[in-house]
């Protein structure tokens, strides 16, 4: 399985675009990548996933490369309510269902 | 569908005593995850079921753990003896089969125990 670094922390204020990137140098064709949060307390919850060029949904963007060797989660106008612990994982969903969720990155929105 | 349940939502117990953690899957998923999470080791996965059947238990730390899935609608992960190095968030994850073109693992609230 491919492994993933991104950054430890972040920080951010309310209305403002926050982009994670995500670094998965050896990943598999079949890879795809995919992106949970998660709050304190609670399981992680899905944001979105992708394969290559960009993903879009009600949360969030992801922007995947040509290379496909990063990957960034944009999450437009953040709220305090987006502070949590967001995972990029990497794995083919097809021949493992094993995803492995390295330190994650947590973000802090403040007022 | 109520997503997915555990329980109970806390546990705490003394060192030498078994421990069973109860988990109902969303009806209709194929898989089920247990993970168990901590600050030193983050999130982890212990063991996955397909359609009831253990697939990889590698992630068990030993042999004090076990887990079962006697159907589609609950599994169990039991520890027994516990040690205090067991305290920690215990959770339970399922989903559809890939093929469903539904990737995401939707994942419980979660069972805090604390082994004292």
């Known amino acids: 399985l491919a492994k993933t670094t991104q950054p430890i922390s972040m920080d951010s204020y309310e209305g403002q675009e926050v982009n994670i990137t995500c670094s998965h140098n050896?990943?598999?064709?079949?890879?795809?990548i995919t992106w949970y949060q998660q709050f304190p307390s609670q399981g992680p919850r899905f944001i979105i996933q992708?394969?290559?060029t960009k993903v879009t949904n009600e949360v969030a963007s992801l922007f995947i490369p040509a290379d496909r060797k990063s990957s960034t989660l944009s999450l437009p106008r953040v709220s305090l309510s987006d502070t949590a612990v967001y995972y990029c994982?990497?794995?083919?969903?097809?021949?493992?269902?094993?995803?492995?969720f390295g330190t994650g990155t947590r973000l802090q929105v403040f007022p | 569908d109520a997503g997915v349940i555990q329980s109970p939502r806390h546990e705490v117990t003394e060192m030498g005593q078994e421990v069973t953690l109860r988990c109902k899957p969303i009806s209709g998923h194929d898989y089920l995850f247990w993970y168990r999470q901590t600050m030193m080791r983050g999130l982890e996965l212990l063991i996955y079921f397909n359609n009831n059947v253990p697939i990889d238990d590698s992630g068990m730390p030993e042999d004090r753990f076990s887990a079962k899935m006697p159907n589609a609608s609950f599994s169990t992960l039991k520890i027994q003896p516990s040690e205090p190095r067991d305290s920690a968030v215990y959770f339970c994850a399922s989903s559809l089969a890939p093929a469903s073109g539904d990737y995401e693992q939707y994942f419980g609230p979660g069972t805090r125990l604390t082994v004292t």
């Open positions: 992708g394969y290559k």
């Open positions: 050896n990943i598999a064709t079949n890879d795809y």
């Open positions: 994982l990497v794995g083919d969903p097809y021949n493992t269902d094993k995803l492995i």
